[in-house]
């Protein structure tokens, strides 16, 4: 189910994909070029990674996707 009506402060809209195993995790990794990541991953609108939920969490607060 997605939710496209909270969208952040530069338009930008928060897709969120999860698996339930490690090798979906992986494999869904390897599909988007993420091979040298591991999860949790952020790919931005303007492309760039950030890991580790402590970092995402404060980019999706200063962006406007998260309270």
Not at 12 to 39: C, E, K, P, W
Not at 40 to 62: A, C, M, N
Request: no cysteine; glycine share 8%; hydrophobic share 40%.
């Amino acid at each position: 189910m997605f939710d496209d009506s909270v969208r952040g402060l530069s338009g930008q809209i928060l897709t969120v994909i999860h698996t339930f195993s490690n090798d979906g995790t992986r494999n869904l990794l390897d599909i988007f070029d993420l091979r040298d990541n591991v999860a949790p991953v952020l790919v931005t609108y303007d492309d760039k990674i950030i890991e580790g939920s402590d970092e995402i969490i404060s980019y999706l607060k200063i962006n406007g996707l998260a309270k």
